[in-house]
């Protein structure tokens, strides 16, 4: 049974920043690709970024790129996402995924966290 837990999220104000991460357990890490998916109030789930397994190859959502920052420590299980000059409409839900495809879709991905807030005011 793989296992996703998120921390790092809160209340931050718009333009500050945020470092998520996910402990990954239950099986061998550093063999599956992880990503972030966000979900706002109301609206569909969207991709954030995503980190293959050795951590050598990364993709983010356009909306992201160059703000965010996804990384891994297959030594401690986990990975990162580091969110910069963050906004409010970036208020959502930000879920942790593992898998073995390369993919933007929820849909290709195998184990999720429960997800951890993150709340950008104005």
């Known amino acids: 049974q793989v296992r996703l837990v998120e921390s790092g999220g809160g209340l931050v104000q718009a333009g500050g920043s945020l470092r998520l991460s996910c402990a990954a357990s239950?099986?061998?890490?550093?063999?599956?690709?992880m990503g972030w998916f966000r979900q706002a109030p109301g609206k569909e789930r969207e991709f954030v970024a995503a980190?293959?397994?050795?951590?050598?190859?990364?993709t983010y959502a356009d909306s992201v790129k160059g703000r965010f920052t996804i990384s891994r420590d297959n030594t401690k299980n986990t990975v990162y996402l580091q969110m910069n000059s963050l906004k409010p409409e970036e208020t959502a839900v930000y879920s942790c995924?593992?898998?073995?495809?390369?993919?933007?879709?929820?849909?290709?991905?195998?184990?999720w966290g429960q997800g951890t807030q993150v709340t950008v005011s104005s």
């Open positions: 239950g099986r061998t890490f550093s063999g599956y690709n």
């Open positions: 980190i293959n397994w050795s951590g050598g190859r990364t």
């Open positions: 995924v593992t898998g073995r495809a390369w993919s933007w879709s929820s849909n290709d991905y195998d184990y």
